[in-house]
């Protein structure tokens, strides 16, 4: 695998003057592309959960409410985990729709599509019928832990999930690592859930911690450790080669940026980045630049345009 070493020197880091979020900037350029969005349900820290993933879930039942869903790990490293949901439309905007309790996990990443909603982690996925979340998230919210429909084996470490992007049904599952390049691997879905492997493998940054298909664009949030700097990287799909500085864009971020997902609510084409630095024991350590509670967005054709420019 390619060594990261040089990577950070190959982003933006022109400070701005934002204002949006606590903590310094992290570049002029982050804080001119990304907004603040819905908050993170306050349960979900208050329950010792700490947010990984990110997925969003279009008219999830039925009212044109649309919704992003969160998947986290209990930070007792022995709880059960859980799926959060937040209304990102409609009346409700902005307010929680509380949890479904899922089995022990690190819930790296979360994916709605075909009928499925896919948590990622340890070397697989867990698995559950989109019908069986929206009953539980709409529900009482109990205690109980639901098991999922599936599991399955995966490609690498499960660290990530993405959605494909494109026509059909299909999601990208990737490793991380701290110090070198790794892959990403593209799976299709079915109507039993089972996924398969199309042959489509990539290389992604080091220290991705999430991915979002934004036309023909890939988008990664690279980060690791409280007191450092997160990236965004814009690469084109069409690139099979390793990632260089020729062949990708890069800008800093705040610290400790997680999942992203991308979707269009109320005809605006966003993509939308999670942070777990709002989670104990990041938010009470004076070491973390940059303490989020609060979701970001960025207008998806305007994050997607970025790639060309200098860096």
């Known amino acids: 695998m390619a060594s990261a070493a040089a990577e950070d020197a190959n982003c933006r880091t022109t400070t701005g003057t934002q ?4 903590g310094p900037s992290a570049g002029e350029t982050y804080d001119s592309t990304f907004h603040n969005s819905v908050a993170v349900p306050p349960g979900l820290y ?12 279009n008219d999830w039942d039925g009212t044109s409410e649309d919704v992003l869903l969160i998947s986290a790990y209990h930070s007792s490293g022995s709880g059960a985990s859980a799926i ?3 209304a990102l439309s409609g009346p409700r905007r902005g307010e929680s729709l509380g949890h479904m309790l899922i089995p022990n996990t690190h819930a790296g990443g979360i994916v709605v599509t075909g009928g499925h909603v896919y948590v990622s982690g340890e070397g697989g996925v867990k698995y559950w019928s989109t019908a069986t979340v929206r009953a539980e998230l709409a529900g009482a919210n109990t205690n109980k ?8 084996d995966i490609a690498g470490k499960g660290s990530f999930l993405g959605l494909g992007g494109g026509e059909g049904t299909t999601l990208w599952t990737g490793d991380f690592s701290d110090t070198s390049h ?19 493998k990539r290389w992604v940054p080091a220290k991705t911690q999430g ?11 690279t980060s690791y450790g409280r007191d450092k700097r997160s990236n965004v990287w814009v690469r084109p799909t069409s690139y099979e080669t390793d990632i260089t500085d020729g062949t990708a864009f890069c800008m800093r971020a705040p610290s400790m940026m997680e999942g992203l997902a991308y979707g269009n609510s109320n005809g605006n084409e966003h993509v939308w980045a999670l942070f777990e630095s709002g989670a104990e024991p990041y938010v009470s350590d004076p070491n973390t630049l940059n303490k989020i509670t609060n979701i970001h967005w960025a207008d998806g054709s305007e994050l997607a345009g970025l790639y060309g420019q200098g860096d």
Not at 214 to 219: A, E, S, T
Request: no cysteine; aromatic share 20%; proline share 5%.
């Open 182 to 200: 790794e892959s990403m691997w593209q799976y299709s879905t079915s109507s039993t859930g089972a996924l398969t492997y199309t042959g489509k």
């Open 84 to 86: 959060w949901g937040i």
């Open 19 to 22: 204002d949006f979020y606590p």
């Open 211 to 221: 991915m979002a298909v934004v036309g023909d664009k890939y988008i990664f949030a």
């Open 145 to 152: 832990v639901i098991q999922p429909k599936g599991t399955q």
């Open 46 to 57: 208050s329950g010792g959960f700490v947010p990984q993933g990110l997925a969003y879930w």
